[in-house]
């Protein structure tokens, strides 16, 4: 592989392979730590690490874990780690439990975790950010196709307002559920999060950004898109 290549690697559970498991899990933590959602324990390590139906992604540049994501079938919106961290001091646990509530039970439930890129150091870096985001999409789409009971997906994550706006400059396009703080930690410090969902096949579908689309079909493994 050249140096100034671009790989996207796609793991089950935790371990990416060789060092670059250990630069992934560097990545995580800091960004779990910067927004307060640390276990108890003080790890970042939890159950959807070890769950088998866990898909890992990222994407690296020159050797460096530039982003990442996880992705996890849920059977019911009870069951995410993403709505388990959420304070219901700030109403943001029940805001979501409602709104999935009444939708759960027609859709396959993707829960995206661990959604975290790095500082860009250079335009190289930029770019690798840039491409890397809309392949793993286009890659965690294509294993929800594979593995949801019906037609009818939704992804669900927690993320902050500066991933939010990536995805929506990118043309993808997301429901904001609520917004407030995880947790009295993240009160604190003011450190906002957005919980989101989104319809994977009608945001792909809608797309008109050809950039975007060119790299989540990437992912998908359409050689030549459309």
């Not at 407030?180 to 957005?194: F, K, L, M, P, Q």
């Amino acid at each position: 592989m050249e140096r100034n290549s671009m790989e996207l690697i796609v793991s089950d559970g935790i371990d990416i392979s060789g060092p670059d498991d250990e630069k992934w899990m560097i990545l995580r933590k800091q960004f779990v730590e910067n927004q307060g959602w640390m276990q108890v324990d003080g790890t970042d390590h939890d159950r959807y690490d070890r769950d088998p139906n866990t898909r890992q992604l990222v994407y690296r540049h020159c050797s460096k874990i530039m982003v990442g994501m996880r992705i996890t079938p849920v059977e019911t919106c009870l069951e995410s780690l993403s709505l388990e961290m959420m304070s219901d001091s700030y109403g943001m646990r029940s805001s979501v439990a409602d709104f999935l509530g009444g939708i759960e039970d027609n859709v396959s439930l993707f829960d995206i975790t661990r959604m975290v890129a790095d500082n860009p150091k250079s335009r190289d870096e930029y770019v690798a950010i840039k491409q890397g985001i809309p392949k793993m999409l286009g890659v965690a789409f294509k294993y929800s196709m594979e593995n949801a009971q019906d037609n009818n997906i939704l992804w669900m994550y927690a993320t902050t307002p500066e991933f939010y706006d990536v995805l929506t400059r990118m043309g993808i396009e997301q429901r904001l559920i609520c917004r407030g703080y995880a947790s009295d930690e993240d009160a604190r410090n003011d450190v906002i999060t957005y919980f989101c969902c989104t319809d994977p096949r009608q945001s792909f579908d809608a797309l008109k950004n050809d950039e975007t689309l060119n790299s989540v079909n990437h992912g998908l493994g359409v050689n030549n898109p459309l």
